[in-house]
């Protein structure tokens, strides 16, 4: 059974709610803004070489190397600063879920890791993801501006 102003269902203890409902916007907020920022961080290297992976990518059979290896380095660094502030959230969740299914492959296949070595990249795939398909909330640009891709 749900709530009539949720579409949630309703919590096992009503206090609960009290808690969980003024923080749902916050949670997925700073959840948005982590990865984003994560993804800046992880992506700043990359873009002070941007064609400093081109022997990487050119290993994982993406060709020519001097292609992808920038486009991962702008994907990472500013898909992340989109993805945190909630610009263009949805395409720029995509292109980083793209990028961090090939590390699970990576990772996972190509160095011999297992889940064991994909395991964080699946995660992030997932948060990716999730923002790929739900868009920024109303904490973001694009609610700012009205519209959403």
């Given at each position: 059974?749900?709530?009539?102003t949720?579409?949630?269902?309703?919590?096992?203890?009503?206090?609960?709610?009290?808690?969980?409902?003024?923080?749902?916007?916050?949670?997925?907020?700073?959840?948005?803004?982590?990865?984003?920022?994560?993804?800046?961080?992880?992506?700043?290297?990359k873009i002070?070489?941007?064609?400093?992976?081109?022997g990487?990518?050119?290993?994982?059979?993406?060709?020519?190397?001097?292609?992808?290896?920038?486009?991962?380095?702008?994907?990472?660094?500013?898909?992340?600063?989109?993805?945190?502030?909630?610009?263009?959230?949805?395409?720029?969740?995509?292109?980083?879920?793209?990028?961090?299914?090939?590390?699970?492959?990576?990772?996972?296949?190509?160095?011999?890791?297992?889940?064991?070595?994909?395991?964080?990249?699946?995660?992030?795939?997932?948060?990716?993801?999730?923002?790929?398909?739900?868009?920024?909330?109303?904490?973001?640009?694009?609610?700012?501006?009205?519209?959403?891709?």
């Open positions: 059974m749900t709530t009539a949720n579409s949630r269902p309703r919590t096992i203890l009503p206090a609960l709610e009290k808690i969980y409902l003024p923080l749902d916007t916050f949670a997925e907020t700073l959840l948005r803004v982590l990865a984003g920022a994560l993804l800046v961080t992880h992506g700043y290297g002070l070489d941007p064609f400093g992976a081109v990487m990518v050119e290993g994982l059979g993406f060709y020519p190397g001097a292609f992808w290896s920038p486009l991962l380095a702008a994907t990472e660094f500013f898909g992340g600063i989109f993805i945190a502030i909630g610009f263009l959230t949805r395409p720029a969740a995509f292109a980083a879920t793209i990028v961090l299914l090939v590390t699970v492959y990576f990772h996972g296949i190509v160095q011999g890791q297992g889940l064991g070595g994909a395991e964080k990249s699946i995660l992030w795939a997932a948060i990716t993801f999730f923002f790929a398909i739900r868009g920024a909330n109303g904490q973001s640009v694009d609610a700012k501006l009205g519209k959403q891709f």
